[in-house]
Structure formats: C-alpha cells, structure tokens
C-alpha cells in the first residue's frame, strides 16, 4: 500500500504541557481516518505540525515518503483547521483564485469545486457576507481545488446547525466514496463511527489506540444472559474456554466473549448442561462505551 | 517570483482601504507641483515660492525626494496593515496550509514592498523631472543629470523604512498598535539622541555619530531636510552670521547603514515567522 503520511515519535511541548507525547502513526492511501479525542487532546497541535503551522518539538513525520519539502507537499494536500480562513473583503471566487495561484493549480477548477460545495451561485458574494455553514463549506471548496490526495478535516462540522452537519457529511461521504483519502479529527464518536474506516484515539497527546474501527478494544463483544438458577449460570459460564470475565448486573450475567462465537453456541453449549435460559442477547460496545472505556483507563 | 508577486497582487487589489491609500499616496506626490502656486506678498514684493530656486536642476531632486519622503507614512499603513491582517484574518495560516512556506511568504510581503519602493522612484523622477523642465533656470543636459544620488537613496530610504513597517507587522500583529510602536520608537530614538546629545557627550558631535545607527535615523539622515539650502535662508542667516555648516550629500557609509538594517528587518521577520507556533 502506498503512504501518505508517516509519523514517528511526534512530540509538542508547550512549556510545562505536553501537548503531543511521542505520537506515531501512518496513513495509507484510500482509507477514511479518523483522529479521535476529547477537546484539547492534541488533534490539532498534531495536524498543525504536519502541515507546517506549529513547529514541533522533535520526532518526524514524512509526507509521500519524505522526497519533497513539506511545503511541496503541502500543494497536494487540502487541509482546512479548526475554523476557514479566507479574506473577508474578497468574493468567493476570488479567494479561490488566490488558493489557484499558492497552490499552482489552473483556475478553471474554482467553478468545478464551487459547484460541489454548492456554492456555485454565491460566487461573487464576498466572504464577509456568508454564514458559517457556507464558509466551512467553502474552505471544503478551497481545499479540493487540488484534487487532493489526502483531505485533511479538523472539526469540520464544529459550531454548525444540524442542517449544516448533515450537508458536511454529505459532501465528505461522497468526496471518500471517490477514493480520495481522508484525515478527519473530531471529537464527536458519532461522526467517526459514520465516516471511518480507521481511527487513531488520542488523550493529553498520548495515542491510546490505532486501528480499524470495529477492531477498538479488540472486542468481540458480549453476553448479557439471565436464568432461574443464576449461580449455575455464572458456574458454567466459567468454564466455558470461549468466556472471560463474569460479572453481575442486577439479574442480568454479563459474560464477555474471548473468541469469535455467536449467541446460538452459547446457547446450546448451556443447554446441553441442562440450564435452559430466560433471556439472551449478544451486544457489543458502542464506539462511545470503548471510547470512554479507552480514555479511562490512563486515568484510573 | 513572479508567482510570489502575483498572490501578493490579488491580496491587495481587492482591498478598498489599500486601494484607496496606494492612489492617496501616489496623488499627493504629484500634488508637490502645487507647491508652485504658492505666493504671498511681503511687502510691496509678491513672494512666489517657485522662484525661490526649490525648482531648479539640481536642487529639486534633494527637494522633492525630501518632500516625497514624508509622504511613506501613507504606504506604511498600506504595508502594516497587509501583513498583520494576514494576522487577524489568519489568512497566514491558511496561506501556509495551502502550500506556501514560510520563506515565499516573506518574500511575497518584500518583493512587494520593493515594487512600492521602485514605483515610487520611478514616479517621484518623473514628477520632478517634469516640474523642473518648467521652472528651472538651468536646463543643461549635465545639469539636469547631476545629483541623482538623492533619487536612490530616496529608494533606499523607502526600502528601509517600509521593511521596518513589515517587521513591525509581523512583531506585533495587529496595525494599529504596529503604526503605535512605530511612533513609540521615533519617539525614544528621539529622547535617545536628547540624552546623549545634552547630557553625555555634550560640545562634541560624537551623539551624531552614534545615533546614525539607529535604524529611523538612519533612514532621515540619507535624504536631509532642503530648506536651510535655499538661497534665501543661506542669505539671511550669513546676514544674522550665523552661516550653516551643514553636510547635505549622501554618503556611501550611509546607504550601507540602511541596507544593513533592510536586511536585519527582513531576515528578522523571517525568523520571528519561523519560530512562532500559529
């Protein structure tokens, strides 16, 4: 597979604060990433370093495996943070034309990118006069003037009306459904869970995990399971080679799976003991529920 | 380079207020021909400034680049404010993101800057030589030609002191209090040269010869103030006798101060820029 983005042993330290500890991490092409973590995790110190905003501390990151300046590489990266930028006193349009001129790309793709975004007839409205939505849409816009190769989002739908959310999204899931690869920092779950296909968790600039999505935790889910006779239940789960930990809740056994197995097994395998359930269903955690579980357990 | 001064361009063009300044700037230099016009009577004599000699080849190019000089503090706004908007807008961040390094970046602000400076002398030649072929007494090819020095290091001087402006823009971030710590600067440069002028080295002129090193005072040292040339002044001083004895040439040290602070202002725009975390 061919990598966009390697990093290695990133660190940022803002005085006393570690801001980014030690991160590294790679992106291949044509997968969806995302970086997760709660607010002031170091998502955008970490995305500031690489696209040659914030001057890091030590460590390395390599764009397309390191042969150009990274401000050569910058040309073939879109990239918006935190909130878009552009000339309040220029048109649309105009501000396009500029980001055409930086990033030596023929103009003619300002109408083609506009028209994506769907801002094609607010064209020569300037800047100033456009909402947040628009705006945010617009630097969407601007950073696919290139044809990217990795589209770099850091909050994108921060700070927008459901209305707004929902556009953003769309246009994300139809940017990626054409192959492009995209770096998406968040810390809402919900949008990484729609989105990607990878995820980097990161807390107090420390990665906790990387990796595909369904693949957090490495869980295989769980059982929550009931019966008359509730301490056999647990006895036999026990024993069982395919369950780990037992536990209690309420009347409720919750029994984690530690091989791939299925509610039909479990069910068999206690009916053959003679324990005939009441009630079973096999769940699995939320990204939510692994996500606090992940960042909780560097605080406990 | 072209590249560089072509973004730059867009940036400016569709700014008002810039537009606005820039074509203040360039009027008013054309408005020193106005000067002209000016009479008034002292006694039964009618007093016309053009015939006082300001016009003639080849005062008038001491004259004027003085008098055009003062006119910097419109394209300083103009330059200030460009690169701390870059600030406020943080345009620069997104530039950067975009694909600019950071060393095109100041580029792009100098190489302007430059073409400010370039256009300016360019004009400011133009207007004089004009104004002068109308009312100088002495049109003689040498003549006209002679004393150009005052032409370039009025370039000089504009150079210096706009890339003083964007270091300060850069420095501070914000124009208004850039164009505030500008003056603040003046202002103890001043109290500086008072100090040592009154207090520590006082009946000599070792004061002049240090605080020719100062970055503003080197740049108003290159073109001195013309008045105490003209022949009127020189006439009723030596009658009051008190003659000046004043150095009014420009000599090469003296550009070379300039162009070291040019250099010192962009490199250090530069590595503040590289430093700093946006």
Not at chain 1, 31 to 59: A, D, E, H, R, W
Not at chain 2, 108 to 116: D, E, G, L, N, P
């Amino acid at each position: 597979m061919e990598t966009i983005l390697s990093i290695n042993k990133l660190t940022k330290v803002y005085g006393p604060l570690k801001a980014v500890d030690n991160l590294s991490f790679t992106i291949e092409k044509g997968n969806v990433y995302g970086i997760l973590g709660p607010n002031g995790s170091g998502k955008s110190t970490t995305l500031g370093m690489v696209l040659n905003v914030v001057n890091k501390t030590s460590g390395e990151f390599k764009w397309f495996n390191g042969t150009e300046s990274t401000h050569e590489a910058l040309k073939k990266v879109g990239a918006i943070i935190e909130h878009p930028n552009f000339y309040p006193y220029m048109t649309a349009a105009q501000n396009l034309k500029l980001v055409c001129k930086i990033k030596g790309v023929p103009e003619h793709k300002v109408e083609e990118k506009l028209e994506i975004v769907g801002l094609l007839d607010r064209k020569d409205s300037k800047f100033k006069t456009f909402s947040l939505g628009m705006k945010q849409r617009l630097a969407i816009a601007s950073a696919l003037l290139n044809d990217p190769e990795i589209l770099i989002l850091d909050e994108p739908t921060n700070g927008l009306d459901p209305q707004g959310i929902h556009q953003i999204r769309e246009i994300i899931r139809k940017i990626a459904s054409n192959g492009t690869t995209i770096l998406l920092a968040s810390h809402l779950l919900d949008e990484v869970e729609k989105v990607c296909s990878h995820v980097v968790i990161i807390r107090k600039g420390v990665k906790l995990y990387s990796g595909p999505v369904d693949g957090i935790n490495a869980s295989h889910g769980f059982f929550e399971l009931e019966a008359e006779n509730t301490e056999l239940l647990q006895q036999l789960l026990n024993e069982h080679p395919s369950i780990g930990k037992v536990s209690l809740k309420g009347n409720l056994v919750i029994a984690i799976i530690e091989e791939p197995m299925g509610a039909s097994d479990i069910n068999r395998y206690l009916f053959e003991k003679g324990l005939s359930l009441s009630y079973l269903i096999k769940r699995k955690e939320s990204l939510e529920e692994q996500f606090l579980q992940l960042t909780n357990q560097t605080t406990a | 380079m072209l590249r560089l001064l072509n973004i730059e361009f867009l940036k400016l063009r569709y700014s008002r207020s810039s537009k606005i300044l820039i074509l203040t700037y360039f009027i008013l230099i054309t408005f020193i021909a106005l000067i002209a016009s000016i009479e008034f009577p002292i006694g039964q004599v009618n007093f016309r400034i053009a015939d006082q000699g300001i016009f003639n080849f080849p005062f008038i190019w001491h004259f004027n680049s003085y008098i055009a000089a003062t006119l910097k503090l419109f394209l300083a706004i103009v330059i200030v404010s460009m690169m701390s908007n870059e600030y406020s807008n943080r345009t620069l961040k997104q530039n950067l993101i975009d694909g600019l390094s950071k060393k095109e970046f100041i580029l792009s602000k100098f190489i302007t800057v430059m073409v400010f400076s370039i256009v300016s002398t360019i004009f400011l030649f133009l207007v004089s030589l004009i104004l002068g072929l109308s009312f100088s007494d002495y049109n003689e090819f040498s003549i006209i030609f002679s004393d150009l020095d005052y032409i370039l290091a009025y370039f000089v001087k504009l150079t210096g002191f706009f890339a003083f402006c964007l270091f300060l823009g850069i420095l501070v971030k914000r124009s208004a209090f850039a164009l505030g710590f500008l003056f603040i600067w003046w202002i103890v440069e001043s109290i500086f040269y008072a100090v040592l002028r009154w207090r520590i080295f006082r009946e000599s002129d070792i004061a002049d010869k240090i605080v020719q090193f100062f970055p503003l005072e080197s740049m108003s040292n290159l073109v001195k103030e013309p008045f105490s040339r003209l022949n009127a002044v020189q006439s009723a001083a030596n009658q009051l006798g008190s003659a000046f004895e004043k150095d009014y040439s420009i000599h090469w040290y003296q550009i070379l101060i300039v162009l070291v602070w040019t250099c010192i202002f962009v490199y250090s725009s530069y590595a503040l820029l590289k430093k700093r975390d946006l």
